[in-house]
C-alpha cells in the first residue's frame, strides 16, 4: 500500500521567514495531494491542494510544489506569521482507492 | 450547511464501560471515516464506510465497531472501553473520487480511567 513520509516532525521560525515542509510517497499512482492545518484543539482543514496534472499551485503565501518523478511534494508558507503555528499533515491518494494516506505531521512553531 | 458534526464533545468513562460516539453529514457525501489521533502519531483510521450499509477495517479496529445505517450518520461503539482508548476521535466524511478532500468534524475527546 501507500507510504507516506513527512519531515520533519517539527518546525521552528521566526516571524516573517519562510518554512517548508516536504512529504514523500511511494505509489506513482498517486494523484491528489491535500495539505491539512490542524490548530491546537481544533479539527484538521484543508487548506490547499495539487492534482498530479500540474508541478505548483499558489494561494496567497502558501503554495504546494509536486515532482513526481521524485514522488515528493512539499508546502511552502512565506512570509509566516504566528497564526501560521500549528500541525500540517500532507496527505496522498490514488483513483481506486477509498482512503487517503497521511503524513505524520509537522508541528510549525512560529516565533513573534 | 452544518458540515460535519460529531456527538458528544467530551466523555470520561471507566474501564469496562461501553458508549456509542456519533457523526453525523450534511454535505451528501457518500464516504465517512473514524480516525483516533494520539500525540505523535498523527491520524490513524479505525474503520470507514463507502456507502449506506457498508463498513470496512482500517488501521486500528480492534476494540471498535461502526454502523452506518443512514447515509449521513457514522457511529463508532466502544462495547468495553480500555485506557488505551483514551484519545480524540474525528470523523470525516468525502464525497466519492480519489480527487475529493474529506471534510473533518470537530472530535470528540475521550477519557478511559
Known amino acids: 500500500g501507500e507510504n507516506v513520509e513527512q519531515h520533519p516532525s517539527t518546525l521552528s521560525v521566526q516571524e516573517g521567514d519562510s518554512a517548508v515542509i516536504k512529504c514523500t510517497y511511494s505509489d506513482s499512482a498517486s494523484n491528489y495531494f491535500p495539505w491539512y492545518k490542524q490548530e491546537l484543539g481544533k479539527r484538521p482543514q484543508l487548506i490547499i491542494d495539487?492534482?498530479?496534472?500540474?508541478g505548483e499551485k499558489k494561494d496567497q503565501r502558501i503554495a504546494v510544489t509536486l515532482n513526481k518523478t521524485a514522488k515528493h511534494f512539499s508546502l511552502h508558507i512565506t512570509e509566516t506569521q504566528p497564526e501560521d503555528s500549528a500541525v500540517y499533515f500532507c496527505a496522498a491518494s490514488k483513483g481506486g482507492s477509498y482512503i487517503p494516506t497521511f503524513g505524520r505531521g509537522t508541528s510549525l512553531i512560529v516565533h513573534p | 450547511n452544518a458540515g460535519v458534526t460529531q456527538t458528544p464533545k467530551f466523555r470520561v468513562l471507566k474501564t469496562g464501560q461501553s458508549m456509542t460516539l456519533l457523526c453525523a453529514q450534511d454535505m451528501n457525501h457518500e464516504y465517512m471515516y473514524w480516525y483516533r489521533q494520539d500525540p505523535g502519531m498523527g491520524l490513524r483510521l479505525i474503520h470507514y464506510s463507502v456507502g449506506e450499509g457498508t463498513t470496512a477495517k482500517g488501521e486500528v479496529p480492534d476494540g471498535y465497531n461502526v454502523s452506518r445505517l443512514k447515509k449521513q450518520n457514522f457511529l463508532l461503539g466502544l462495547e468495553s472501553a480500555a485506557p488505551s482508548q483514551t484519545s480524540v476521535y474525528f470523523c470525516a466524511s468525502k464525497r466519492s473520487g480519489a480527487e475529493e478532500t474529506q471534510y473533518f468534524g470537530p472530535g470528540t475527546r475521550l477519557l478511559v480511567l
Open positions: 495539487i492534482r498530479s496534472n500540474v
